[in-house]
């Protein structure tokens, strides 16, 4: 059987939540979501698992994983993304990386919006740049749809994995904004040689 005719599993860790998906088609055979602001490094792929034993499919009947890439939380980005990589590659099946952008559904006439920290929300224009604005200023200039809850978000990044067609990229995390943690500043420690 085709790696695109298995099971797809989808999922996402981008920002305040752990969420996994598995299709079939375009049904889903199983899903799990857990709200966590922190945790999602322990929990991503013992969730997962749960995911494929509730469907009853072993990890070498999934044909492909689409990842959510972001933007969104910086650590959370980076432990979806090394997770799809890793398992990508011990089972020799493909990694998409599928942007929020492209996992979201703007109502009529509204702009896809993605909820940034300190009241901002990322915006990408048609060129696909992207672009971080006040959440007011956005919200003035009209209407937004901003992303589904993470069970929805999950599936949505597996049917994009879903409709991906070769040749495909090595997922990275989506990043707009540096990470808010920044190096020490302090002066490194003098490394005395006793030999």
Do not use: K
């Amino acid at each position: 059987m085709a790696s695109s005719d298995r099971p797809i599993l989808g999922f996402d860790t981008s920002a305040a939540h752990c969420a996994a998906v598995l299709l079939s088609g375009d049904r889903i055979l199983a899903q799990r979501t857990e709200e966590m602001t922190r945790g999602q490094a322990e929990r991503l792929l013992p969730l997962i698992e749960d995911v494929l034993a509730e469907a009853g499919v072993a990890w070498g009947e999934v044909g492909r994983l689409g990842v959510g890439t972001g933007p969104g939380n910086f650590t959370g980005l980076r432990i979806a993304v090394a997770a799809a990589r890793g398992l990508a590659l011990a089972l020799d099946i493909p990694a998409i990386g599928v942007s929020t952008f492209d996992a979201i559904t703007p109502e009529a006439g509204a702009r896809a919006a993605i909820p940034a920290p300190r009241d901002q929300v990322y915006l990408r224009d048609a060129a696909g740049e992207i672009t971080l604005h006040p959440r007011d200023e956005a919200e003035a200039a009209g209407p937004l749809t901003f992303p589904p809850e993470p069970g929805i978000l999950a599936a949505a990044i597996a049917r994009a994995a879903a409709r991906a067609e070769p040749p495909f990229t090595v997922p990275a995390p989506l990043y707009v904004r540096p990470a808010d943690a920044a190096p020490a500043r302090d002066v490194p420690p003098r490394i005395l040689d006793d030999a």
